[in-house]
């Protein structure tokens, strides 16, 4: 299983409009991946109230899994995105 860990990067965490940017993206990627805190248990990154529910704050750390193929690139563009915050889906994404 490919995995990433990433301190998250968005300061409000994966809350509102970083959660929908973030799930945006997982769905986009065509991959199945899931997101956990660090000490907790994983849930689909392309749902919106379960990415809501972590409750993952801004600069906690966060696994994002998968073990399908084409899941290191998906793993790769997800950590960044998250890492940096960004405000808008790159198109690499």
Do not use: C, Y
Not at 12 to 26: D, K, Q, T, Y
């Amino acid at each position: 299983m490919a995995e990433r860990r990433v301190n998250v990067g968005w300061v409000e965490g994966l809350h509102a409009r970083p959660a929908s940017i973030f799930v945006r993206a997982a769905t986009a990627s065509g991959v199945p991946i899931t997101i956990a805190k660090a000490d907790g248990n994983p849930v689909n990154a392309a749902s919106m109230l379960a990415v809501l529910g972590l409750g993952a704050q801004g600069g906690e750390e966060i696994v994002l899994a998968s073990d399908a193929e084409g899941a290191e690139a998906a793993l790769d563009r997800l950590a960044k995105l998250v890492a940096e915050g960004l405000e808008e889906l790159p198109e690499t994404v």
